[in-house]
Every structure is written in structure tokens, then in C-alpha cells.
């Protein structure tokens, strides 16, 4: 039996901690996470299960560029899964409220998936954040899977 694992934690290289702390405070805020802690060179949020900590870091080590609308996918981002589309919308119209616009507007993407729906934004250091839905679907079971194999043949009793 293979043992699981969660993932707990994450940690992000920013340059400026009260920008970021404004922009994830509404960010994550609105996704149900919390900030917990703040200094002067990082910040933290979370939602009780995953904790998402922001570290300035005097020589940065990564440089990013902002999406330019031309990636078919974009490989580095986060995404933080909803329970609808319409939550997704709900999103992005409050963020809105604060200034904080979508680099992708919310809208569906069959291309990834049937019914997958998402916005995506950048923070202030073009970290890309992504929230999404996607319909329940039924997985497949694979090929021995527990469902798909035979009950063991019950043993006869001897009298």
C-alpha cells in the first residue's frame, strides 16, 4: 500500500510584502483563508488546511513575466478548486470591487475539460492564481481496482 501524502504548505518569493499583503488579504479572503501571521519580510494565510506563506526576498532568485494571453496553459499557478461556476463569477464580481481584475475572465474551458470553468488572476509579482470548477464526474475504476475484483470464494465447512 502506497501511503499518502498532503500537500500542507506552499511558499512564494515576493518583493514587496504590503503589496502583496493588500492584494492576497482580498485574494484569499475571499477564497476563506485567513491571515495568521505578518512581519516585516513575509506573511501568512491559511484556511486550516493548506497554509500559504509570502516571503520578500532581497535578491530574488525567480523573475516572472505576466501572461500575455498567448500560453494555452500556463505551467506555473496555483488553482484553488470551488464548488460552481457561478461561485467562480461571484469571485471575480467582489474582487472586482476591490480593483483586483482577471488577467483571464471567468468562462468555460472544454479544451481542459467538459464543464471546466475558471478565472485566473496575477499577483503583484505575476504569480498566477487560478480558480476554477469542474463538474463531478464519475471516475473511471481501473483494471483490479477493489470494485471490479471477485469476492474471495467462501470456504466450506467440514462436518
Do not use: C
Amino acid at each position: 500500500m502506497v501511503a499518502r501524502s498532503t500537500l500542507r504548505h506552499v511558499s512564494l518569493e515576493v518583493s514587496d510584502i504590503a503589496r502583496t499583503t493588500w492584494f492576497y488579504d482580498r485574494f484569499l479572503g475571499e477564497l476563506g483563508f485567513r491571515r495568521f501571521v505578518a512581519d516585516a519580510n513575509y506573511v501568512a494565510f491559511t484556511d486550516g488546511d493548506l497554509t500559504i506563506w509570502l516571503i520578500r526576498d532581497r535578491s530574488p532568485r525567480i523573475r516572472r513575466r505576466p501572461p500575455t494571453g498567448d500560453e494555452e496553459v500556463i505551467a506555473e499557478h496555483l488553482a484553488f478548486h470551488v464548488e460552481s461556476a457561478e461561485r467562480v463569477k461571484a469571485i471575480e464580481a467582489h474582487l472586482a470591487k476591490s480593483e483586483l481584475y482577471p488577467v483571464f475572465r471567468a468562462e468555460e474551458h472544454p479544451e481542459f475539460r467538459s464543464g471546466y470553468f475558471s478565472a485566473t488572476w496575477a499577483d503583484p509579482d505575476q504569480v498566477v492564481l487560478e480558480v476554477y470548477t469542474v463538474p463531478d464526474q464519475p471516475r473511471k475504476r481501473r483494471a483490479g481496482s477493489r470494485a471490479q475484483r471477485k469476492p474471495p470464494a467462501k470456504k466450506r465447512r467440514r462436518a
